[in-house]
């Protein structure tokens, strides 16, 4: 099962989780991508480390742990320039990232592991806000992968090169962060999305954002949106997942334990909305 929440950790992570690490430290990130990638290795998988650098610079980056350098030597750990993978001049495709990720898991796969798992430095592809914006789509592209295939990664941010705003953006649409994060997580599942942590007046910008971003998939018509492990909800994020569902031609379906949430629906008088549990 997929995690969703906020952790101080790296370890202990499934086959297909997905991570953002904001991080101000670079030997804090490429610690806890050594550890990601060690638990990746003990899970069979495949095991990727992109950042920027030439290869002799991104092997150093992990030589502290001898696990990483004797699967560097038999091939199932590699090192990738960050140069070489993406054109960091140029904005990401979203469609064809998710494709090359889908392909290197496939290759994995007919060799013999269990899956890939990637730990990446994606600071340099978002520095301006056309790549943000199609990086926080790709995001969610790839996280929407996940959910039915064995690929895993670690997408870090080094805050402190980033426009204010955008490390929220990004983290807003990863199902795991650390505490450096968004207020809340829009995360892909197999039939919708799911939101966790809480929406309220200081992501009251953020949520409409994300949504616009991630383009949820419908389910028979429905805009189906896991609010299971959501804690708060004000009226203009409840407005902005209806507003969302309109423009789909959607009935929006929210599933929820809490009780208040059906009494706040019927309080805006909100039409073609489901609550169930």
């Known amino acids: 099962m997929r ?27 490429r610690a806890r991508a050594t550890e990601f990638l060690v638990d990746g290795l003990e899970h069979g998988q495949r095991v990727c480390y992109v950042a920027r650098g030439d290869e002799p610079e991104l092997t150093g980056h992990l030589a502290s742990s001898p696990v990483l350098a004797a699967a560097l030597r038999d091939g ?36 013999g592991f269990t899956g890939l798992r990637v730990a990446a430095d994606a600071t340099a ?10 990086f926080c789509r790709y995001e969610h592209l790839i996280d929407r992968y996940m959910t039915g295939s064995p690929f895993s990664a670690m997408c870090a941010y080094h805050r402190v090169e980033l426009e204010d705003g955008a490390v929220e953006q990004l983290a807003s649409m990863h199902p795991v962060t650390n505490p450096r994060g968004a207020p809340f997580r829009l995360h892909a599942t197999a039939d919708g999305i799911a939101i966790n942590g809480e929406i309220d007046r200081a992501s ?15 389910d028979r018509g429905e805009l189906r949106v896991d609010l299971t492990r959501l804690r708060f909800i004000d009226h203009h994020g409840l407005l902005a997942l209806h507003g969302c569902a309109r423009a789909h031609d959607a009935t ?4 929820s334990e809490k009780s208040a949430l059906a009494r706040l629906v019927s309080i805006l008088e909100l039409e073609d909305v489901e609550c169930v549990r």
């Open 3 to 29: 995690r969703s929440g906020v952790t101080d950790v790296v370890v202990g992570m499934s086959s297909s989780d997905h991570l953002c690490w904001p991080f101000d430290d670079f030997g804090e990130f």
């Open 76 to 111: 199932s750990a590699e090192v990738v320039p960050l140069e070489s993978r993406y054109r960091t001049t140029s904005t990401v495709s979203p469609e064809d990232q998710v494709a090359a990720y889908a392909e290197a898991t496939r290759v994995a796969i007919g060799d």
């Open 252 to 255: 929006l379906v929210l599933r």
């Open 125 to 134: 592809l978002v520095g301006s806000p056309a790549s943000l914006d199609a």
């Open 204 to 218: 009251r910008d953020l949520l409409p954002l994300a949504l616009l971003r991630a383009q949820p998939s419908l």
